[in-house]
């Protein structure tokens, strides 16, 4: 065997340099085997050495290519996809540009056209994208959460009793918003007590169930047999009327006040009026729930002739305590739907018992894109549809209602609106400067329950989201507004009879 310094290890120019060729596994140095040869499975036949030069320019051969004497026992690498030089030009030609450092465009351009022209960096560049995606969703889920997509559940839901203004179920407060039978046409007031409500080519009747309460159009009054029934829309100057009825006017209420005394009056079985500390005068009863209106009913708070006011949001359960002999007349304060739900998510936010409620909902913004905010409530209270889909049948009914059911008062005409109200009053309570100077001072500068605080701009997101989510109720609110005006002649010529 030839000494390794005889072996010239400079690589040789071309082929003809080498001396001896030798298949895979296979060493000649010189004329002698520096190992011997290996098996292999190789169709090549064995090389012979042809080369007629200096056996020290004596080069080792893999598979027809020449190697280097010390890379011999390097493994072969497989499955190694070689480019030429025309297949690298394409990824060479992806460069930054000469104008300017590279932005973020062209970055997108290297990876599209490195995932285009090479494919083994295609999965990287997918896998690249997903990633982002994944993490801009997160992210996005992260801030709805704490935007006040709140979970239904024991800890947030609201108990019916305590709240009865809200629809916690996403799921059941959708609208068919898309169709509507009403295209916002102004009515004639002097025709409109005769308009009566058509869906479809179809007369609309207003459901069996409020058949105790008066049609305000076509039935007068009567104080020794009817009573003022004064629906309770939440946000809207509802509770500053009963104020004013029970502290300035003293008439006597069946509402939500004396729920403190439902206990005693269920072992009781007896109506009783009861007087509170500041001189108000109220049933104990409590009309703010179903349960509370059927226990009502039992004492005949409809027929006794001690109350004077009833007041319930639920108008359909609390025809029930009137009968046709004592029929109810419906009174209720109306406010646009989207000044009113503004006005309700302030309220919430100043009564610690509604802290756990509204959580992490802190602007109205946030409020808007939360499963507390409202839908169409007016429209499900006079559809008695508190939960499902709403239609245009139950927009059709809500306005029926509203025609023919209920005496309208605007929180934008309040100085009318009470002045129609007390007309019903007239042969109960006794004019006096102190009654006139009680009620002036809570109309006007001590409303009670007011809020300040900024009006939600048209047009913005948070108006956006409110709109969408009382489009019925609006309709409904510019109805009422043209009830209000062809309502005048009613007591323009107001008589009241009596027994």
Request: one cysteine or more; aromatic letters at 10%; glycine letters at 6%.
């Amino acid at each position: 065997m030839s000494n390794l310094d005889d072996i010239d290890l400079r690589r040789p120019s071309s082929d003809d340099d080498y001396g001896i060729r030798s298949s895979i596994g296979t060493t000649t140095v010189g004329n002698s085997a520096a190992f011997p040869p290996q098996s292999t499975h190789s169709n090549e036949p064995r090389q012979q050495n042809h080369n007629n030069n200096n056996n020290n320019n004596t080069a080792i051969t893999r598979g027809n290519k020449p190697t280097h004497l010390f890379s011999i026992l390097k493994r072969p690498r497989k499955n190694v996809k070689k480019r030429s030089i025309q297949e690298m030009e394409p990824l060479q030609s992806i460069r930054e540009d000469e104008d300017g450092p590279m932005d973020k465009d062209n970055s997108s351009r290297r990876i599209f056209h490195a995932a285009v022209h090479d494919p083994h960096r295609a999965p990287k560049a997918a896998l690249g994208i997903f990633l982002l995606v994944c993490c801009v969703g997160s992210y996005q889920l992260l801030l709805d959460y704490w935007s006040g997509r709140l979970v239904d559940g024991s800890e947030y839901a609201l108990k019916e009793p305590d709240v009865t203004n809200s629809f916690l179920n996403p799921s059941n407060i959708t609208s068919d918003v898309g169709r509507s039978f009403d295209t916002g046409a102004v009515l004639d007031p002097e025709t409109i007590a005769e308009t009566p409500t058509i869906l479809f080519d179809h007369t609309v009747f207003v459901p069996p169930e409020l058949n105790n309460l008066a049609n305000v159009f076509q039935e007068q009054y009567n104080s020794s047999k009817n009573k003022l029934f004064l629906w309770h829309i939440p946000r809207s100057g509802s509770t500053t009327i009963k104020r004013i009825a029970a502290n300035c006017l003293g008439l006597t209420l069946a509402s939500e006040v004396g729920k403190s005394e439902v206990d005693l009056s269920r072992r009781e079985n007896t109506l009783k009026i009861l007087e509170g500390s500041d001189g108000m005068h109220f049933a104990n009863v409590d009309m703010s729930y179903p349960d509370g209106i059927a226990h009502a009913n039992a004492l005949h708070i409809g027929t006794d002739p001690r109350i004077d006011l009833v007041s319930s949001a639920y108008l359909y359960h609390a025809a029930g305590i009137f009968d046709p002999d004592h029929k109810g007349f419906v009174f209720a304060m109306f406010r646009h739907p989207i000044e009113r739900a503004v006005s309700l998510f302030y309220n919430m936010r100043r009564y610690s018992q509604y802290a756990k409620i509204i959580g992490p909902v802190e602007t109205v913004e946030m409020y808007a894109r939360s499963s507390l905010v409202e839908n169409n409530w007016m429209t499900r209270f006079l559809s008695n549809t508190l939960a499902g889909q709403l239609r245009p049948e139950h927009e059709a009914i809500a306005k029926e209602v509203l025609r023919t059911k209920c005496i309208i008062g605007l929180l934008t005409e309040k100085t009318e609106s009470m002045r129609r109200l007390e007309l019903f009053f007239q042969g109960k309570v006794e004019r006096t400067q102190r009654r006139e100077e009680c009620t002036e001072k809570l109309l006007y500068w001590d409303w009670p329950g007011k809020n300040r605080h900024d009006q939600v701009e048209e047009g913005s997101e948070a108006w956006q989201r409110l709109y969408d989510q009382n489009t019925f109720d609006i309709r409904l609110y510019e109805y009422a507004e043209q009830l209000f005006v062809a309502q005048a002649k009613i007591f323009n010529n107001f008589t009241m009879h009596e027994a």
